[in-house]
């Protein structure tokens, strides 16, 4: 089976620096992927990882630990627009197969 | 980025009938897409997976005769909620790649609502 954990809520201080974890056990792994999601629009790609290690894009920052089944998605310096829903996806082999989604983090900010 | 365009945005049905929506890939050739349902406050489910001129994948416990799915061509994919019933209110998201390696990001579209009344 397949299954990506994520927290279902966060709350973090504008100007602030938040950690999104996610875990998965997958029967594979070719890629981890976070994408971020406003209410009633679709997600937009934010990062993609499928090296261990830190991968950095400005403010935001996505790290992977295949051997722990381990990920996060690092904001910083948040801004009132990045509360939104945070998912992480695992692609569990090569080809054209499709992401597996998480639930997804919705993270509040506030003032 | 590619972009990846859905039609309609949102669509108000009556339970009983049919609806058609449209996905597009507007500036690449997608030899797959995906159809995902998400419901209020839950994550993307995964319905199927339709590749250029063959038969859709369905996911489990998706029926494939109520959701008629058709790729008819590298920048088109079709899903039809037939019979919709209330239940079938969600959001409906298709999803499309350029190319088969692992690095190629999925595109979103804009998604489509759909409410049957």
């Known amino acids: 089976g397949q299954n990506i954990d994520q927290p279902t809520e966060?709350?973090?201080?504008?100007?602030?620096?938040?950690?999104?974890?996610?875990?998965?056990?997958?029967?594979?792994?070719n890629g981890l992927f976070w994408y971020q999601q406003h209410?009633?629009?679709?997600?937009?790609?934010l990062s993609y990882n499928v090296l261990d290690g830190l991968e950095e894009k400005g403010r935001f920052s996505s790290f992977l630990s295949r051997s722990k089944g381990y990920?996060?998605?690092?904001?910083?310096?948040?801004?009132?627009?990045?509360?939104?829903?945070?998912?992480?996806?695992?692609?569990?082999?090569?080809?054209?197969?499709?992401?597996?989604?998480?639930?997804?983090?919705?993270?509040?900010?506030?003032? | 980025g590619a972009v990846v365009s859905q039609h309609p945005s949102w669509v108000i049905c009556k339970s009983g009938t049919s609806v058609k929506i449209e996905c597009r890939s507007l500036d690449f050739q997608a030899t797959t897409?995906?159809?995902?349902?998400?419901?209020?406050?839950?994550?993307?489910?995964?319905?199927?997976?339709?590749?250029?001129?063959?038969?859709?994948?369905?996911?489990?416990?998706?029926?494939?005769?109520?959701f008629l799915i058709n790729h008819a061509s590298l920048t088109l994919s079709t899903l039809t909620v037939t019979s919709a019933h209330p239940e079938d209110s969600s959001f409906y998201i298709c999803s499309a790649r350029e190319g088969a390696s692992g690095y190629n990001e999925q595109y979103f579209g804009p998604g489509t609502r759909l409410t049957v009344t």
Do not use: H
């Open chain 1, 10 to 29: 966060m709350t973090a201080t504008e100007g602030a620096i938040v950690q999104i974890n996610c875990t998965y056990q997958t029967s594979g792994f």
């Open chain 1, 39 to 45: 209410a009633g629009e679709a997600p937009t790609f």
């Open chain 1, 71 to 111: 990920s996060y998605l690092l904001l910083k310096e948040l801004q009132m627009k990045d509360s939104a829903s945070y998912l992480c996806a695992v692609r569990d082999r090569s080809g054209n197969t499709p992401l597996v989604f998480g639930k997804g983090t919705r993270l509040s900010v506030i003032a």
């Open chain 2, 33 to 66: 897409m995906f159809w995902y349902r998400q419901f209020p406050k839950q994550s993307l489910m995964l319905m199927a997976t339709s590749n250029e001129g063959s038969k859709a994948t369905y996911e489990q416990g998706v029926e494939k005769d109520k």
